[in-house]
């Protein structure tokens, strides 16, 4: 019963969806405001059934209701009650189900907290919003619907696939989500905006706490798959430029180039017809990711089972929505009139260089990844090929240092016209800083990659420029230091998130670098006893020994690792097989230190009682996920800074009327 | 500066950009791009020794060997024709006999030394170029879902 009701409320959700495409829309357009509100009542409606929909399905994951299919292929009775939450979105049907939920969670918040928007604004980008999930309530309800039962009910279900059974993938795809679909505020602006044909200051200020949000649970996503890359499948390593990974990868850049440009049009009133088609851009990628991974038609080492009719639906979706809005943006976008001039060298033109290199990056990135599909195409199914990381490094990591450099550089410069020798003067610190840096890298490793040098360089380069930038606002050494303190708590939360999240970028560029320049690795059979070395430290095997699980048999390792003779720690690396998909998983041991993570994993075992076994040294890993922690808190701040929320942004010379606080 | 001369500015900087990033690209494309090959297309001699390529396939039954200590020796099948395999290291957990596997190596030999053999998440995904090498061969058994 139970699931017919969360099944007949996504119906519901959708018909309400269809009512919210059309009305406001018209209302708009009629400067009818009871029309025009509707937009918000239905919002919040949508947002409701939804979340009752939802609600339903985790009811039967929770109840382990085996009378469901969608229950009975990913979950089980005996699977830890997280698991059996994180089910409910551990497989097709139940994630396009929260995509809509966290659709309808951004239409709620925008008809709840936009009070300050233009009526006519808000219904459109309400409107353009119910038309997405229109589409993807359409998808769900034809192609996969969750609430499917099964008679006769199953005794017990088939398992989560057990490489989902984790803490940090039970919480991945919700924040990937809140990032993907969080573009969708933007894109709905933009294309609200594209209808209205006015992009103003007022504008890009209601276009970039969204964007905040959902750069800022966009990078929170990325981050926690590439750990549970890291830590889960055992290969030492966080980021393979799998085509699944370029699809979450890609809206992050073009959101990256939106957030700046946001910036451009809110403080100088230019590059606004960019900054629409950054908007459009950022979501339709967030579609393409989607289509990507739900299609399957690219060989991903992160596949799950797929299906191509699915696909075509979300192609066909993807390109009415791109096409339609590119079309619109092609019409309309020539009377987005720029008023704010300025030179090459200024802030605006280093903004503008972030969102060239941001973009190149992008289409870079999307070039490799589809060029497979092109050559088969091409070639008639008789080629294939694979595009792996040696194209992608060779390319992406040429195209981001020059960015680096700037990004220490960009903050520096004034609005409108700028010097950049001044600006390199205050930076002498940081340059011989990093050239030493650099040159005690490249003492320190023994001539390999010189990568490794540009990398260190570069990240000490970035995080003594932004420190030099704070201590330029703060006026530090210059005024008082009592008076620079102050100064230094009341910088505002905007300028302390920008801070934030670039040094957040230069510790993960150290992060990756160390990673990708250093890692050791050595494979060997070990019996109980035997020791083997890497990068000083001594891991002695101690055997191991089996465990039972929940769900799952063990065999747990462990190595005891010292150096020069000094304990250090103990690593209990698992092999697990779960009961009953009989599938194996890699839980590999791991030590965080500043310097680098001890990585130890274990294989099978052999009949004269050794296990082959992996160990790694991985340098500076912990600094990409302190990095990405610090951009994820850097867009937090950034979000709550004051001007967002007091002083509430109005048009300037406004046709429409302003609404006294709607609902 | 005038009005135009920026403009001029900004976009030769982007196409400089551009260039740049298609320089790139095609210098790493060339150097970088791997081939998918079937064990029917080694078979025909398609591929030449010390080329590096992508060897897909099914895991032969009772080919799997692990005596020799961490290195696994097993054979990939198209059914009709199938490649010695080499690897040392750890399997991917999903490594079993009977299921399709992508290995990326050179040829040594006549014997595929693989230096990655690719994981996948889902004991039912099939790399679609295996299903295709399959279909080839005519040995695909329909879409079991």
């Keep these: 019963m139970i699931a017919e009701l969360g099944h007949f409320a996504l119906v519901l959700a959708m018909m309400v969806a269809i009512a919210q495409s059309i009305v406001p829309m018209i209302g708009a357009y009629q400067n009818n405001i009871p029309w025009m509100r509707f937009g918000n009542h239905s919002a919040m409606g949508q947002f409701l059934l939804v979340a009752i929909s939802f609600g339903c399905l985790m009811h039967a994951y929770v109840t382990s209701d085996f009378s469901v299919l969608n229950v009975v292929q990913n979950s089980h009775s005996a699977k830890p009650m997280l698991y059996k939450i994180s089910g409910v979105w551990g497989n097709h049907e139940g994630s396009m189900l929260l995509w809509v939920l966290i659709l309808a969670i951004f239409g709620a918040a925008v008809a709840a907290f936009g009070q300050y928007l233009p009526p006519a604004l808000k219904a459109r980008a309400l409107s353009v919003q119910a038309m997405i999930a229109v589409g993807f309530y359409l998808f769900i309800i034809l192609t996969s619907n969750p609430f499917e039962r099964v008679f006769p009910p199953a005794v017990d279900g088939q398992d989560l696939n057990p490489l989902l059974q984790d803490p940090g993938l039970a919480i991945h795809p919700p924040m990937l989500y809140l990032g993907y679909v969080g573009f969708s505020m933007a894109f709905s602006f933009a294309i609200a905006a594209l209808i209205e044909g006015r992009v103003d200051a007022a504008w890009a200020r209601w276009v970039r706490p969204w964007t905040l949000a959902a750069w800022g649970f966009l990078t929170g996503g990325i981050a926690l798959g590439s750990w549970w890359a890291y830590y889960e499948l055992g290969w030492g390593g966080f980021w393979f430029w799998d085509p699944v990974e370029n699809a979450s990868f890609m809206p992050w850049l073009i959101g990256t180039a939106l957030l700046h440009s946001c910036i451009v049009v809110e403080k100088r009133d230019t590059m606004k017809a960019w900054t629409v088609f950054l908007a459009i851009l950022a979501f339709s990628f967030s579609l393409l990711g989607t289509f990507l991974v739900r299609s399957g038609v690219l060989t991903s080492v992160h596949a799950f089972a797929t299906d191509p009719e699915r696909g075509v639906f979300i192609l066909i979706l993807l390109l009415i929505v791109v096409g339609g809005s590119l079309a619109l943006y092609a019409w309309r976008a020539p009377q987005l009139r720029s008023t704010g001039l300025f030179q090459p060298i200024s802030r605006e033109g280093a903004l503008l260089l972030n969102n060239l290199l941001m973009g190149t990056a992008a289409g870079v990135v999307l070039l490799g990844t589809l060029y497979p599909l092109f050559i088969d195409a091409i070639s008639d199914g008789q080629d294939k090929i694979s595009v792996g990381p040696p194209f992608f490094n060779a390319v992406f990591i040429p195209l981001m240092t020059p960015m680096i450099v700037a990004m220490a550089i960009g903050p520096l410069l004034p609005w409108k016209r700028g010097d950049l020798g001044k600006a390199l003067k205050t930076l002498w610190l940081s340059f011989a800083l990093a050239i030493l840096c650099g040159l005690a890298t490249w003492t320190l490793q023994s001539g390999q990659s010189p990568w490794g040098i540009v990398g260190v360089a570069i990240a000490s380069w970035l995080i003594i420029g932004t420190l030099t930038e704070v201590a330029g606002r703060i006026r530090l050494f210059k005024i008082p230091v009592g008076d620079s303190v102050r100064r230094f708590i009341n910088l505002p939360r905007a300028s302390w998130g920008m801070t934030l999240a670039h040094l957040g970028l230069a510790m993960t560029v150290a992060g990756v670098t160390g990673a990708g320049a250093w890692t050791v690795e050595r494979v060997q059979s070990m019996a109980p006893g035997d020791t083997v070395q890497v990068s000083g430290y001594d891991f002695r095997f101690d055997g191991a020994e089996q465990k039972q699980g929940p769900n799952y048999l063990a065999t747990e390792g462990k190595f005891t690792v010292t150096k020069n003779g000094n304990f250090v720690t103990v690593l209990y690396p698992e092999k697990r097989t779960y009961t009953v998909r009989q599938m194996a998983t890699t839980e590999a041991g791991i030590h965080t230190l500043i310097s680098g993570d001890l990585y130890g994993v274990i294989g099978d075992s052999k009949s004269d009682g050794s296990y082959v076994t992996r160990i790694y040294f991985n340098p500076l890993v912990v600094w990409m996920w302190i990095g990405a922690i610090s951009m994820m808190i850097g867009s937090g701040l950034s979000l709550s800074d004051r001007r967002y929320r007091v002083g509430a942004p109005t048009r300037t010379s406004s046709s429409t009327q302003q609404p006294q606080a709607a609902e | ?145």
């Excluded at chain 2, 970088?32 to 030449?48: E, G, L, R, Y």
């Excluded at chain 2, 040392?88 to 999903?94: A, E, F, K, Q, W």
């Design chain 2, 1 to 145: 500066m005038k009005r135009k001369h920026k403009r001029l500015t900004f976009v030769g900087v982007a196409l400089v950009l551009l260039a740049g990033a298609a320089a790139l690209v095609l210098s790493a494309f060339e150097e970088n791009i791997v081939f998918f090959m079937s064990p029917t297309d080694i078979a025909a001699n398609k591929v030449s020794e010390n080329q590096r390529f992508r060897l897909g396939g099914l895991v032969e039954e009772g080919s799997v060997d692990r005596s020799g200590g961490e290195t696994v020796t097993f054979k990939v099948t198209d059914i009709t024709n199938s490649v010695a395999v080499t690897y040392t290291g750890i399997l991917p957990d999903l490594f079993r006999e009977a299921q399709g596997v992508v290995a990326e190596g050179r040829l040594k030999n006549g014997v595929f030394v693989a230096d990655e053999v690719l994981a996948k998440h889902d004991e039912t995904y099939m790399p679609p170029e295996v299903a295709d090498a399959l279909k080839k061969s005519g040995q695909w058994h329909g879409d079991e879902k």
